[in-house]
């Protein structure tokens, strides 16, 4: 059945419909939605992926809104419930246009004509650098919008203590938080029936099986990965083996104990004390295992092995066949093996010796019931996403980049707190999103030492004073640190630290701004919570709109702009007139080019934002180009390659 592609009036509709499905769930004062699981099992959540997850829509347009809202969750750790929201506002601004195919192409030319320069001519100036020291002013509002007020300070803790403890040097975060993003299902292990407050980060990891053979050691020992059965074969795969008598049967099972036996000898000579087994072995195995004083642990996954293979740097073991004289190179340094009991499971806790950048750890995580660990593990891996987007940047496009860089020498550096007395270093770093870059931060923090620099004079005058926006200028230093170091965790989990940023004194702000007018958005550079990005960027959006010789495009860029405000205003709409008060306030302040006011309730990530906006856009193209849907009943039948056409 085929069908005209979907209208735009429908497009929004559908949308809608999905907006007002999360739209009470998003912020921190969001509420939460009951999902009923097909055991009967109730789970109240706010994630905005769970819930679409669990709408049942029909409709191919919408089914697309919601894939595509998922899978920039996966990507970027957060935002499938304001991107369904901001999708739906920018399809009802073009509803309320009208327009065609005209819309449809300054649609794609808004992102490299007006997005793109608009966030490096007027968005970039307001950026700042996470503070160092300390991630829970990360960690918590991004946990804010998924659990409780209780859980997400204790979960920022955890997450941002087994981040220090698996990265100890700042230099190796982005690895270590790849890791930690992809192999958290086997870097913890769930306890329901205790609270939260029990849950722990320990060193080693934790295998959530019990011994198949247990022999007690001490200090450290080598461990050997397996992939296949030990237990010799009789005869080689395809081979037909015949026996006569039972005397044979017998005496072949005594050569197999014998081989096995002479295999778990050479294994104790080559100081082997631990079989990780990701198959099931056989008994004669176990029993010449325990006979060696070798522990055995069997049916480990294969995330497990993988996990274990990257710690460590060791492959699987291949038996060598009817030559076991072979020394065993690939074994794995343990430093502790022991039975852990987690309320009734039985449990392997063991610790590597790491050959990586990661220092293995795991998180005990507990709670009330499986339902409550499940959703605490799902934001932690999330947020262990979006922390990894943090050292991430957006290059400019090469047909601007030398206009933005003649028109913005200079103009481009502003603080959030200028003034004609303090001079303010930002990020410069070689725009490299695989290598954590070289960078000058400044570091404020809940109690800063304010440091300024009078040009008058060559001495510092240091005030302490108690406020989160506090300007934090810079000193005379010729030390540097990297964006990871910025980031760097555990140094004080109640307190952040204040570091002097380097600065010369001969440098002018003209000179740093040439040093990252490449890039768009540096890596580290976070904006505070609630609805800051979004007015920044619907101002200078709109501002540099005007500027268009392009009347679609002019359109276009006004459509987006006053979409951006849909999310604040949901924000917001808890009290009255409470988001018009704050808009009218930054805009005022924005035209009278004044620092805003900054809150005390945490930063976000602009790269996470950032690619929001972006993300919306490449669906929203996706969806006004569609001209056909063709409705299947059934899936297609599989043609085999030996089928005929007449077949066919």
Not at 46 to 64: H, T
Not at 464 to 487: I, R
Not at 617 to 644: A, F, N, W, Y
Request: glycine share 6%; aromatic share 6%; hydrophobic share 40%.
């Amino acid at each position: 059945m085929a069908a005209a592609g979907p209208e735009r009036p429908r497009l929004w509709q559908e949308a809608a419909a999905l907006a007002g499905a999360v739209r009470g769930a998003l912020g921190p004062r969001g509420g939460r939605a009951l999902l009923l699981r097909p055991t009967g099992e109730a789970m109240p959540t706010r994630d905005g992926r769970r819930l679409l997850e669990a709408l049942s829509v029909e409709p191919p347009a919408a089914r697309m809104m919601a894939a595509c809202a998922c899978s920039h969750r996966a990507a970027t750790g957060d935002g499938a419930k304001s991107f369904v929201v901001l999708l739906a506002a920018v399809l009802g601004g073009l509803r309320a246009v009208g327009g065609g195919a005209g819309l449809r192409r300054a649609l794609r030319d808004f992102e490299a004509q007006v997005l793109e320069r608009a966030a490096a001519r007027g968005l970039r100036r307001h950026l700042r650098p996470a503070p160092p020291g300390s991630l829970e002013p990360l960690l918590e509002p991004y946990l804010a919008g998924r659990l409780g007020p209780g859980e997400r300070r204790r979960l920022a803790r955890l997450c941002a203590e087994m981040c220090r403890r698996c990265a100890p040097a700042a230099a190796t975060r982005p690895q270590v938080l790849r890791l930690l993003s992809q192999r958290f299902a086997e870097l913890h292990a769930a306890v329901p029936g205790l609270p939260l407050a029990s849950s722990r980060v320990l060193p080693g990891i934790v295998l959530r099986r019990d011994f198949a053979a247990y022999c007690p050691t001490d200090g450290e020992l080598r461990a050997l990965l397996v992939t296949e059965p030990l237990r010799p074969a009789l005869t080689a795969p395809g081979v037909e083996f015949v026996v006569d008598s039972e005397g044979q049967y017998q005496a072949s099972l005594r050569w197999v104990a014998k081989r096995t036996e002479a295999l778990m000898k050479h294994l104790q000579s080559n100081n082997v004390k631990l079989l990780l087994s990701s198959v099931k072995q056989e008994d004669v195995v176990i029993y010449c295992a325990k006979l060696c004083g070798v522990s055995v642990v069997e049916c480990l996954s294969s995330e497990e092995m993988a996990l274990i293979s990257e710690i460590t740097g060791v492959s699987p073991y291949v038996p060598f066949g009817d030559t076991m004289d072979r020394e065993i190179t690939e074994t794995a340094v343990v430093t502790f093996c022991r039975p852990l009991l987690l309320v009734s499971k039985r449990c392997i806790h063991v610790g590597f010796a790491s050959v990586c950048a990661f220092q293995p750890h795991c998180l005990i995580l507990c709670g009330p019931v499986d339902g409550v660990n499940e959703q605490h593990a799902a934001a932690l891996q999330e947020a262990f996403t979006m922390l990894q987007q943090l050292f991430k940047t957006v290059d400019q496009r090469g047909e601007w980049k030398a206009e933005g860089e003649s028109q913005s020498k200079g103009s481009d550096v502003y603080t959030w707190h200028s003034s004609a007395t303090q001079k303010q270093l930002v990020i410069g770093n070689t725009c490299n999103i695989n290598q954590v870059p070289e960078c000058q931060l400044i570091a404020p923090s809940d109690e800063t030492e304010r440091k300024i620099f009078h040009p008058d004079k060559s001495d510092l005058l240091v005030h302490n004073q108690k406020n989160h926006s506090t300007p934090v200028l810079v000193a005379l230093n010729t030390d540097t640190v990297t964006a990871c170091e910025c980031l760097a965790v555990g140094k004080g989990l109640e307190k952040t630290c204040c570091h002097i940023v380097p600065f010369k004194q001969e440098e002018s702000c003209a000179d740093v701004g040439q040093d990252y007018s490449n890039c768009l958005i540096e890596a580290g550079s976070v904006l505070p919570v609630g609805g800051y990005f979004e007015i920044l960027l619907h101002y200078y959006i709109q501002d540099y709109a005007k500027q268009c010789q392009q009347s679609e495009l002019t359109i276009v860029s006004n459509v987006v702009a006053d979409a951006l405000l849909s999310i604040p205003k949901v924000l917001y709409q808890t009290e009255r007139d409470s988001f018009t008060k704050f808009y009218l306030e930054a805009i005022n302040l924005l035209k009278k080019n004044q620092p805003l006011p900054v809150n005390n309730e945490g930063l976000e990530s602009v790269y996470c934002k950032y690619q929001l906006v972006i993300s919306v856009l490449h669906c929203l193209t996706e969806l006004l180009s569609i001209d056909l849907v063709i409705g299947i009943r059934r899936p297609l039948q599989k043609i085999e390659d030996r089928d005929s056409e007449d077949d066919t």
